[in-house]
Structure formats: C-alpha cells, structure tokens
C-alpha cells in the first residue's frame, strides 16, 4: 500500500520568505510526528498529533513555527520569516493505532538562502 | 539533548564481516527501535526490543538490550553492500505516549 509521502521534496526559499510543507500519512494511522534532521545529525522531534487530542508541540524550536493536522488525516508544517538556519530535512512519520513503530516519509529538504 | 548515543559514529568494513553498532541512552525506556536511513532522506524501522525484553532477531539482525547498563547493540552478520546506511537507534520513554528520541547515528559503509 501506500506509504508516508511528503511534498515538496526540495524546496529553497529565501530568508525571511514562509513556507509550508505537506505530509499525507498513510490511512488509518491516529498518529502523525514532524521531526527535523540538520546535515549528519539525529533527528530532531518537533510535534506529535494523535487523533483529538491536543498536539504536543513541546519540540518546536520557536513560535516561527506551527503546524495543524486537519481532518486528522494531512499535516502541514509552517515556517515564517525563514532564517538560515532552519535549513534541514524535514521528516514526517505515521503510526497505527497502538503500535510503537514509526513509518516515515521521504521528507523534505529545505534549503534558505 | 538526544537520549540516544551511538558508537561508533562511522564505521567501516569488508563485505561479509559483521558489523556490531552500540546505543546508550539515559532514562526509563519502554522499548528501543533500530532504523536504517539511507542517502539522509526517509527512516526504515528494522527491529523493536521491549524494556522486558534481552534479545532479539530478525533475519541478519541481533538486537540486545541490558537496561542495567541503559545500552543495546545492534549486530549485523555477513554484511552486504547494500547496507551501507545510517542506523539509529530510538528509544520510547517510560511513562509517556510514543515519542521517540533518536540517537546521532552511526554511518556504515560496508565495501565490496
């Protein structure tokens, strides 16, 4: 079936621009995680959704960045006013119901110039 | 600061050596997970290991865990080239939902 996708794959944006980044887990998972992966590091949490309960944003570096689930199904990751330093892979990953394993999308790499 | 350390950060063998990659962590887990990633992009789960449980297989897999010592190990046997990746490990805390903590990895280059 159908895995975690994300879009865009690649996006570059200049300093100080938003951007938004998509990631469509796969049906039927009640859980959604937005992770960040600087060049040659581990992965960095930022923002866990399960089903209606209230996200827990405790990962997000600054109020610069947001994200919603709607429907509980697609997510989207907002980052305003860029700064370089955001650059990264950013990861999405999925989970079933009552499962501890973690399905991941391909992400998205995100370069500000 | 990651809860997961991996050692050695590279490493670098013969196709058909075994490859044995080690994580510390350092609080309460209820089950520790390997991923694979390849060329930096999407993470693939490889094996989970629960809290109550020592080892683990999983083909060419070995997964130990000593929560007394707060590690685990992850060996792989007769390597191939195409493991060549990054692998992390993750751990999931005690007392909490399924977050999980990565590690900074270790880079595999296995040569033919």
């Known amino acids: 079936g159908a895995g975690v996708s994300q879009s865009p794959s690649n996006k570059v944006t200049e300093k100080g621009k938003d951007v938004e980044l998509r990631c469509d887990p796969i049906s039927g998972h009640t859980a959604l995680y937005w992770y960040r992966q600087s060049l040659g590091q581990g992965l960095e949490f930022l923002i866990y959704?399960?089903?209606?309960?209230?996200?827990?944003k405790s990962g997000l570096p600054s109020d610069r960045f947001s994200a919603e689930r709607t429907g509980g199904s697609v997510s989207t990751l907002t980052i305003q006013r860029t700064q370089q330093e955001d650059s990264a892979v950013y990861l999405c990953?999925?989970?079933?119901?009552?499962?501890?394993?973690?399905?991941f999308g391909p992400g998205t790499r995100l370069t500000v110039l | 600061s990651q809860q997961g350390e991996e050692d050695p950060q590279a490493l670098s063998i013969q196709e058909g050596e075994n490859a044995t990659m080690n994580c510390s962590y350092k609080?309460?887990?209820?089950?520790l997970q390997w991923y694979r990633q390849n060329s930096g992009r999407g993470l693939v789960h490889l094996i989970l290991?629960?809290?109550?449980?020592r080892e683990k297989h999983s083909g060419r897999l070995r997964v130990t865990l000593d929560t007394s010592k707060k590690s685990s190990s992850l060996l792989i046997t007769a390597s191939r080239a195409a493991d060549t990746a990054s692998y992390f490990c993750?751990?999931?805390?005690?007392?909490?939902?399924?977050?999980?903590?990565f590690g900074a990895g270790t880079r595999l280059a296995v040569h033919p």
């Open positions: 990953a999925s989970s079933p119901p009552n499962t501890d394993t973690q399905y």
């Open positions: 993750a751990t999931s805390l005690s007392g909490g939902y399924n977050k999980l903590i």
């Open positions: 959704f399960q089903g209606n309960s209230a996200p827990d």
């Open positions: 609080t309460s887990i209820n089950n």
């Open positions: 290991i629960r809290s109550n449980e």
